[in-house]
T-cell receptor
Framework: EDQVTQSPEALRLQEGESSSLNCSYT??????LFWYRQDPGKGPEFLFT???AGEEKEKERLKATLTKKESFLHITAPKPEDSATYLC???????????FGSGTQLTVLP | NAGVTQTPKFRVLKTGQSMTLLCAQD?????MYWYRQDPGMGLRLIHY???????AKGEVPDGYNVSRLKKQNFLLGLESAAPSQTSVYFC??????????FGNGTRLTVT
């Protein structure tokens, strides 16, 4: 059974204070690891897909990295508009569905 | 381009009542999914469909039924609602098992 654990559950940063969110996973045969952003009252919005250890992807102030056991979402010089819940998910083997972590709620204070 | 549209946005039911949640997508995606989201539990898959006329059980299917009669629509039914089904329900679609496109959810309260 696939398992995804995200930490911390909540993170408060000052504007400009860089940090990282962690997603550790246990799967049998990773097909892909996904990061989503979710704003209050909205559905998750796709950010990145990572497929293999060592892969990195960037989008504006966000950078996602992947190892064989975990993924990090690095946030560089965050702004208040980066405040959201960030979700990590994995797909594995022949599974046609994603297993999600419970998310990290990020608050960036001005 | 609307993407994934869920109706209704909010609903309050009494225990034992039934209802159907509607999900419509206009992206011609083959795959469609129903998730529920509860505090501290993350998104959990209820049922999914890999194409018109097909459905399959996810992680938490009990108490729910689904139908996919048309490619663009995926219906989630609750035959006899229970307070444990109070949750936010999200529908999603994808062209494959990646990059899910989510709707904005239905907030259901069962009293």
């Amino acid at each position: 059974e696939d398992q995804v654990t995200q930490s911390p559950e909540a993170l408060r940063l000052q504007e400009g204070e860089s940090s990282s969110l962690n997603c550790s996973y246990t799967v049998s045969g990773l097909r892909g690891l996904f990061w989503y952003r979710q704003d209050p009252g909205k559905g998750p919005e796709f950010l990145f897909t990572l497929y293999s250890a060592g892969e990195e992807k960037e989008k504006e102030r966000l950078k996602a990295t992947l190892t064989k056991k975990e993924s990090f979402l690095h946030i560089t010089a965050p702004k208040p508009e980066d405040s959201a819940t960030y979700l990590c998910a994995v797909s594995s083997g022949s599974a046609r569905q994603l297993t999600f972590g419970s998310g990290t709620q990020l608050t960036v204070l001005p | 381009n609307a993407g994934v549209t869920q109706t209704p946005k909010f609903r309050v039911l009494k225990t034992g009542q039934s209802m159907t949640l509607l999900c419509a997508q206009d992206m011609n995606h083959e795959y469609m999914y129903w998730y529920r989201q509860d505090p501290g539990m993350g998104l959990r898959l209820i049922h999914y469909s890999v194409g018109e006329g097909t459905t399959a059980k996810g992680e938490v299917p009990d108490g729910y039924n689904v139908s996919r009669l048309k490619k663009q629509n995926f219906l989630l039914g609750l035959e006899s609602a229970a307070p444990s089904q109070t949750s936010v329900y999200f529908c999603a679609s994808s062209p494959e098992t990646q990059s899910l496109h989510f709707g904005n959810g239905t907030r259901l309260t069962v009293t």
